[in-house]
């Protein structure tokens, strides 16, 4: 796989070696189970995937690269080039400025832009609305493009759907950037439609066996299919694709789901002719990182901590699975942790930030989970060991640490 340049302060001396011990020792990718760090009186398990992925350095690599290249130019940054509040805020140190918000709000209108500018399109992609507002201003699009290839995956994967006549569904969420540019682009090719979840998912399966009205549907789902959809003829041969950051085993519940209600719908006839049996369009990062935190999982530990960007939909996945088992703290750097009894962090099953007091317990040892999203460097995932290590007298050196995992 190619290797990138991405700037030496987001890599780290703890998690960058033990992510290169792993994988020495695990070539294929085959091994989901966590790497431990016995401190003595605190242990962490790190997760054996986890930070980084292929299109968030390709990202990364890209967009250095554009304010580095150009230092005479205006540099742009169509919105959030990651979700990642680190990497973003590093961007806008060295010059780079945002045109929209993540839900797509201007905050420098198209109208300001020149041809001499520089337009860093995110990695999630953007619409063909907004990448015609800037053909139309001389701005070259794709000269500093980020979009993740498996991104650009899935946009072909509605392109091939559409050409066969299938009525496009995505999983997603309607709201986020990646949705937003994959839905402009199904819409081109087929009738398409947006659903969140499982739940969203049954409503449409009840319309489709006649159990629903055509005035609910059109509520409940109200913004969130493409112009002149006709459910009733449209929803008669489908396929599915997902935003890349889901959770994979709800989109392959939502496949399974959608293959039933057509077979119980159109018993006897030959499925093909309404359903798309196609493979989940989830990126590699996205399966080994979910991958990765069953395997964290399997362990008997105290709490869970990950690191990342609240508004990252991968990170938020990785935060559910931990949720649903122990407690977890999501955090976005070192600094949410106040002090060995405090911390601040967000409660993503209520999206609410709240603070807790006594989240390390009293005990001997501590095991701790730790992990983060696609787009956390490594550097905030060390930050966060090292706060947690300062609060422990007489811990094992680190290079005693990383000695013994290398022996293992």
Request: contains cysteine; hydrophobic residues 35%; proline residues 4%.
């Amino acid at each position: 796989m190619k290797s990138f340049n991405i700037p030496d302060f987001y890599k780290s001396p703890i998690i960058s070696k033990v992510k290169e011990i792993r994988k020495i020792m695990d070539p294929r990718k085959k091994n989901f189970s966590p790497t431990l760090l016995d401190f003595g009186p605190v242990r962490f398990y790190i997760a054996r995937h986890f930070g980084f992925c292929y299109g968030v350095e390709n990202a990364i690599e890209i967009a250095f690269k554009a304010i580095e290249d150009n230092p005479e130019s205006r540099i742009f940054l169509l919105s959030q080039m990651i979700h990642n509040p680190d990497v973003n805020k590093d961007l806008l140190e060295r010059g780079a400025k945002f045109l929209m918000d993540t839900s797509g709000n201007q905050i420098i209108p198209f109208d300001a832009l020149t041809k001499e500018d520089i337009v860093i399109i995110p990695a999630f992609g953007t619409t063909l609305q907004i990448e015609n507002e800037l053909y139309n201003r001389g701005i070259e699009v794709r000269r500093y493009d980020t979009t993740c290839p498996f991104v650009d995956r899935v946009w072909k994967k509605a392109e091939k759907l559409g050409e066969e006549n299938y009525t496009i569904i995505i999983h997603g969420k309607d709201k986020h950037e990646e949705t937003r540019a994959t839905f402009s682009r199904s819409e081109k090719n087929a009738p398409s439609i947006i659903v969140k979840d499982i739940h969203e998912s049954k409503i449409i399966g009840e319309f489709i066996l006649g159990n629903l009205s055509l005035d609910k549907f059109e509520t409940i789902f109200k913004g969130k299919y493409s112009e002149n959809f006709k459910p009733l003829e449209h929803l008669m041969k489908v396929g599915i694709i997902n935003q890349t950051t889901m959770l994979a085993s709800e989109t392959q519940e939502i496949v399974d789901y959608f293959k039933a209600v057509m077979i119980q719908k159109y018993a006897g006839a030959e499925l093909k002719n309404h359903f798309a049996d196609t493979r989940d369009t989830l990126c590699y990062a996205t399966n080994e990182n979910q991958e990765s935190t069953y395997g964290l999982l399997n362990v008997n530990a105290d709490l869970a901590v990950v690191v990342g960007g609240y508004n990252s939909s991968n990170t938020s996945h990785i935060v559910e699975l931990c949720e649903a088992k122990l407690p977890t703290y999501f955090i976005s750097s070192a600094g949410e942790i106040v002090s060995k009894k405090r911390i601040n962090h967000f409660l993503y099953s209520k999206q609410e930030h709240l603070t807790s007091n006594n989240f390390l317990p009293e005990k001997s040892p501590v095991n701790i989970l730790l992990t983060s999203g696609a787009s956390c460097p490594d550097s905030l995932v060390d930050a966060v060991l090292q706060k947690i290590l300062s609060f422990y007298p007489n811990v094992k050196n680190v290079n005693e640490v990383l000695k013994e995992i290398e022996t293992i």
